[in-house]
T-cell receptor
Framework: ETGVTQTPRHLVMGMTNKKSLKCEQH?????MYWYKQSAKKPLELMFV???????ENNSVPSRFSPECPNSSHLFLHLHTLQPEDSALYLC????????????FGSGTRLTVV | GIQVEQSPPDLILQEGANSTLRCNFS?????LQWFHQNPWGQLINLFY???GTKQNGRLSATTVATERYSLLYISSSQTTDSGVYFC????????????FGKGTLLTVNP
């Protein structure tokens, strides 16, 4: 385990479904992130939470809804997704001012059918 | 925003060969990391190296912050080194914005 755990590892959902991705960090970090990795594209930052407050929303469609109930947990709620939303969704955490960089989870591979 | 360019985009090696991957960035940074993405998608942190030189086994990295580039060296490559190597930077004063390059796809053949 890397210290950042994501579940599920794989998810197939229909366009009318509602599902949630979960991320948990065991590193005592104070910031958590959602990134999206699509085929042939660089990783894209979606959301940032610092001290449980959202500090960045990178023009993400409203069908993606993040939630950060505490500094260790981060969720990404999904509803009415499109096939082009199929991608690898990666969670990360960091400690601002910590000087150790970001730690990533193993990702959730999402397929929208 | 800050630009991150990695080269080469693809690299094919025979097992045992050495290689150098390069990352150029367009602005001063307070964070630079090298990651290896394995076939299952996980990003493994190789180095946190905003400046200077570090070594970890067969891997080493050097960042020359004043000239805005970083190099990742892989010596005596093994098939398990295959995968995509990403450079990612965070610009000074822009907390929480780690920008990734497009990566170098490394294939090590036995």
């Amino acid at each position: 385990e890397t210290g950042v755990t994501q579940t599920p590892r794989h998810l197939v959902m229909g366009m009318t479904n509602k599902k949630s991705l979960k991320c948990e960090q065991h590193l005592g970090h104070n910031a958590m992130y959602w990134y999206k990795q699509s085929a042939k594209k660089p990783l894209e930052l979606m959301f940032v939470y610092s001290l449980e407050e959202r500090v960045e929303n990178n023009s993400v469609p409203s069908r993606f809804s993040p939630e950060c109930p505490n500094s260790s947990h981060l969720f990404l709620h999904l509803h009415t997704l499109q096939p082009e939303d199929s991608a690898l969704y990666l969670c990360a955490s960091s400690q601002s001012g910590g000087g150790y960089g970001y730690t990533f989870g193993s990702g959730t591979r999402l397929t929208v059918v | 925003g800050i630009q991150v360019e990695q080269s080469p985009p693809d690299l094919i090696l025979q097992e045992g060969a050495n290689s150098t991957l390069r990352c150029n960035f367009s602005d001063s940074v307070n964070n630079l990391q090298w990651f290896h993405q394995n076939p299952w998608g996980q990003l493994i942190n190789l180095f946190y190296i905003p400046s200077g030189t570090k070594q970890n086994g067969r891997l080493s990295a050097t960042t020359v912050a004043t000239e805005r580039y970083s190099l990742l060296y892989i010596s005596s490559s093994q098939t398990t080194d295959s995968g995509v190597y990403f450079c990612a930077v965070e610009r000074g004063g822009s907390n929480y914005k780690l920008t990734f390059g497009k990566g170098t796809l490394l294939t090590v053949n036995p």
